[in-house]
């Protein structure tokens, strides 16, 4: 008889991710407490440089600041809403929308790759490219160029927040898709928080 490990488990079952909405600087405390009732999180973390009158120091900030990503049955979604920190899930006002799993994958790849990123505006628009060398094989976002190098920005659409990550242009292919456009199309409400439910 082979047994799977909680993460193995927790895909087998059906679980999907979602983005748990928290109170401002309590994401860590958040993912160490979800974490000890057993279930998968992700917060996702940047180096940010903050310099004092008479210091300055390496700090590990959120991605995504006020959100982490949670794997759970949202049909068993109490330990997650009682858990002190927690404000909602993050959703449509009646029920609560998955992020996709590529999105986390892509996310999660990036974070571990070692290379320089940081917290990016939501883009929707740009050539699409697929990284084809490196630890980030695999991977599509939009490239952008920033203070005179290229960077692959990947988005939480859900979450309509971004993260970029520094590329060289060797490392990356087109994507070639069909693109339709639309004209007279907006959104109607972008706040995060307007989506919340519990």
Sequence with gaps: MSFLNPKQAAVESGFHWYAVYTHSRKESFVASQLEGRGLECF???YKSVRQW???VKELHQPLFPGYLFCRFDYQDRRPVVMTPGVLQVV???KSA???ADEEIVAIQAAVSSGLAHQPWPHIAIGERVRVVH???AGIEGILIKFKGSHRVVLSVSLLQRSVAFEAELSWLAPIQEHRQVTSGV????TSPASGLVR
């Design 186 to 189: 907006g959104l109607l409400n």
């Design 134 to 136: 490196g630890t980030l």
């Design 43 to 45: 917060l996702p973390t």
């Design 53 to 55: 009158s008479d210091r």
């Design 91 to 93: 959703g449509n006002g």
């Design 97 to 99: 929308i998955p992020v």
